[in-house]
């Protein structure tokens, strides 16, 4: 029909049946800011297969975790947490104290570790479980994770898809948000924060960090406060279980800047019920920690303070060392170690070629970034994602006790599920057009080949946190240069294997592989308490295969001049000796071995009293009292002001000098 008056015909205009009624103010007002509403209900009704699939698929990959116990830091986090251990009554404690000080129970045993730890949702899940369950229920905690984990799959999917809506006639199943969230839920560095239960603290602070994204983002899309409140409810929870969430105290506006066209001042106008959460979280955490960043006291233990004796261009060498490993990891994730510690990433300096490449990737890939924030390029926002997410643990600012850890990359690693998604489903079309069927099987292909690479290195790897024994064992082979790696393979050995066996050639066996182990444990960090620790056991156990006491001592002398006083060691000694005393063993060595020891190293050379007399008191029960000894304690007695023990040990010394005379 042609429109009345002057001027060519309007044709009318055909509308699809996904195309809405012409938009009343508040949606034109939504439209000029850029807004979807790719956000609103009616999300499960139309997604509920993919969401399906991403769960079955978590499910899939972590499904022999239902069968594992407690491992590695569980330790510390339940099962010999005693406030995880109370259940519900153990809840107030939690929230009031250091993430482990429910497991060490002294503060100062705290101040043994950089920084501090303040993780209570995580703990006070485990403890709900025991309150609900009772004690040792490994396998509901392993189910849990896994819920959870394919929990955040879908709700990357979720969030995704509002970034990047289905065009019309759009494929869900090749689309960035499910190619997004499909390589999240199967990427390989995952295993730890999923089979290790203590990682529900890294998969709980993505888990609430998204959904405070999430909740921000429908915010902006139905301006109902509602929403913007619960954005920092979850992100209040989401630090509550682990410290990194902070950083979507940056994310958080920033991809609602990078994704829509709300003007900056009203994204930080919105921005209130964020920063009132971080603020709530830091009053908390600094009252149940009693400080901020730092507890004030030196750590002098290279095991947790890993930078230990290096300059500053070697630390920060060694930083971006790890910086460009993480980056790696996300390409390639093999092969994997739970062990990063001194010196599996070795010291290095800026004349290493690793530093060097990761610093200029990282300058590089920043000034790139900056350049083409404003034009919106996918890839500078995940770059900026990465950056802010990996920043808290990198080493950068904040220490975290440990070169690095795979668990760290679990939350940046969604800036590398974002862009795989954008490229495959995005780019490679834009780069097709003229042959629109090309991308597809391309991408296809790729993405086919990239899931069943990371699918098959998950479930490979997923076996390996079965127990101490197949952990530890896994990572000597990754990471031999690892004193830690070393120290914990002997400590599985000796408790799961060692102690258990009967069958003397087999006992032999173990013997022979822990002493390595122990040795190349402390030939990489001699000062290593732990290794000391077994160093001392393996000692023993060697011993009993060979009864040479001149090794015994000189490795029992080996660790007592380290750590004398060492909590797990000294019992240990103690009843060995006594041990020793009454079983017949060899009167003159024991003798020998506690003058030394005790007189000539810890009086004379160290006066240090109690440790002195401690030491030569072990030579008492022997079958033939040694004069040396006697007067030796005679004198440290006198010498203390005990005139009745001097005395009494000056009368045994005489009577055995009669002994010998006669």
């Not at 209900?41 to 899939?60: D, R, S, T, Y």
């Not at 499909?182 to 998204?210: C, Q, T, Y």
């Not at 800047?257 to 830091?282: H, K, N």
């Not at 079983?583 to 109690?610: H, L, Q, T």
């Amino acid at each position: 029909m042609a429109a009345k008056g002057k001027g060519k015909p309007t044709p009318k205009i055909k509308r699809s049946k996904t195309q809405s009624a012409p938009a009343s103010a508040p949606a034109r007002k939504k439209v000029a800011e850029g807004l979807t509403s790719t956000f609103q209900a009616g999300f499960w009704k139309q997604h509920w297969i993919p969401a399906l699939i991403l769960m079955a698929i978590a499910f899939g990959l972590y499904a022999a975790a239902l069968r594992f116990g407690y491992i590695l830091d569980d330790q510390m986090v339940y099962w010999q947490n005693a406030y995880v251990q109370k259940g519900f009554a153990g809840i107030r404690e939690i929230f009031g104290s250091d993430s482990f000080m429910g497991y060490f129970q002294k503060r100062e045993n705290l101040m043994l570790l950089e920084g501090g730890r303040y993780r209570p949702l995580s703990l006070a899940t485990f403890a709900m479980e025991v309150g609900i369950f009772g004690k040792d229920h490994p396998g509901l905690s392993h189910l849990i994770n896994i819920l959870l984990y394919g929990f955040t799959g879908i709700l990357l999917y979720r969030i995704l898809l509002g970034l990047f809506p289905l065009k019309e006639n759009g494929r869900w199943y090749f689309s960035v948000a499910f190619i997004g969230a499909l390589l999240f839920v199967v990427h390989p560095l995952h295993s730890e924060a999923v089979a290790n239960i203590k990682g529900r603290d890294e998969i709980l602070a993505l888990l609430f960090s998204l959904a405070a994204l999430y909740a921000a983002l429908k915010y902006f899309d139905t301006n109902r406060a509602m929403w913007n409140w619960s954005a920092g409810l979850f992100l209040l929870l989401g630090l509550f279980a682990k410290e990194n969430a902070l950083t979507f105290l940056a994310v958080i506006p920033f991809t609602v800047w990078f994704f829509t066209r709300v003007p900056a001042g009203r994204i930080a106008a919105s921005g209130l019920p964020l920063f009132l959460a971080a603020f709530v979280f830091i009053i908390v955490r600094y009252r149940a920690l009693g400080f901020m960043l730092d507890h004030g006291n030196a750590v002098g233990d290279l095991m947790n303070n890993p930078f230990l004796g290096m300059s500053i261009g070697e630390k920060f060498a060694t930083i971006f060392l790890t910086l460009g490993w993480y980056l790696k990891l996300l390409v390639w994730p093999y092969p994997l170690t739970h062990d990063y510690y001194p010196y599996h990433v070795p010291k290095v300096g800026w004349g290493d070629w690793r530093a060097l490449l990761s610093l200029a990737f990282y300058l590089g890939a920043g000034i790139w970034a900056l350049l083409n924030i404003k034009r919106r390029q996918v890839s500078a926002y995940a770059f900026f994602y990465w950056v802010l997410t990996l920043s808290i643990v990198s080493n950068l600012f904040v220490s975290v006790g440990t070169f690095m850890n795979e668990r760290f990359a679990y939350m940046p690693s969604v800036a590398f599920c974002l862009l795989a998604g954008w490229f495959l489903a995005q780019k490679l079309p834009e780069w097709f057009k003229e042959q629109p069927n090309r991308p597809y099987l391309l991408g296809a292909g790729l993405l086919a080949l990239v899931v069943a690479a990371f699918g098959y290195l998950t479930v490979d790897r997923v076996p390996v946190w079965k127990d101490a024994l197949t952990l530890n064992g896994s990572a000597v082979k990754v990471s031999p240069n690892s004193a830690r790696s070393h120290c914990f393979y002997v400590t599985a050995i000796y408790d799961n294997v060692y102690l258990k066996t009967k069958e003397p050639t087999e006992k032999a066996r173990w013997v022979d592989t822990m002493e390595y182990h122990i040795n190349r444990s402390l030939e990489i960090n001699p000062d290593y308490g732990s290794a000391l620790v077994m160093k001392g056991a393996v000692a023993a156990a060697r011993f009993e295969q060979d009864h040479q006491m001149d090794k015994l001592f000189h490795a029992f002398t080996i660790v007592l001049e380290k750590i004398p006083n060492n909590a797990n060691f000294r019992p240990f000694f103690d009843k060995y000796m006594a041990y020793l005393a009454t079983s017949g063993g060899n009167p003159n060595k024991i003798n020998a071995f506690c003058y030394r020891m005790g007189y000539e190293y810890f009086y004379k050379e160290k006066n240090d009293v109690r440790n002195a007399v401690a030491v030569l008191e072990h030579a008492l029960p022997t079958q033939a009292e040694d004069e040396r000894v006697l007067r030796a304690l005679a004198e440290i007695y006198g010498a203390n002001g005990n005139s009745a023990k001097a005395a009494e040990m000056n009368s045994r010394a005489e009577a055995s000098a009669n002994m010998l005379i006669r």
